[in-house]
Nanobody
C-alpha cells in the first residue's frame, strides 16, 4: 500500500503561481510513473501531467508551457509547478502513481484561481 499526501493548493489570483507537492510513503525510484490529474467542478477527472521513472514527461495541451512536473527521488516527492494560472485551472488536483503493485491516488488538494 502506498500513501500519497498532496499539499500546496489554495486560492490564487489569475496570473499567479502555485507549487503542488505529492509525498509518497515509499521509495518512488521504481515507480513506473507519477502524475497529476485534476477534476474541475461538474467535470470529469483529466490528466494534467505525468513523469516516468526515466524522467519522460507528458502534458495536457491546456497546460503546456505553463506547468512543469518534476520528481525528487531522494524526498519521494513529485511536484507540479503551475505558472500563469487561469480561472479554468480551478479544480481539485490529485496525485497518482503507477507501481508494480497497482495504481494509487492521493486525497486531492483544491486549487482556486479567482480575483
Amino acid at each position: 500500500q502506498v500513501q500519497l499526501v498532496e499539499s500546496g493548493g489554495g486560492l490564487v489570483q489569475p496570473g499567479g503561481s502555485l507549487r503542488l507537492s505529492c509525498a509518497a510513503s515509499q521509495n518512488i525510484f521504481n515507480f513506473y510513473a507519477m502524475g497529476w490529474y485534476r477534476q474541475p467542478p461538474g467535470k470529469q477527472r483529466e490528466l494534467v501531467a505525468s513523469i516516468t521513472s526515466g524522467g519522460s514527461t507528458n502534458y495536457a495541451d491546456s497546460v503546456k508551457d505553463r506547468f512543469t512536473i518534476s520528481r525528487d527521488n531522494a524526498k519521494n516527492t513529485v511536484y507540479l509547478q503551475m505558472n500563469s494560472l487561469k480561472p479554468e485551472d480551478t479544480a481539485v488536483y490529485y496525485c497518482k502513481v503507477s507501481t508494480n503493485r497497482g495504481l494509487y491516488w492521493g486525497q486531492g488538494t483544491q486549487v482556486t484561481v479567482s480575483s
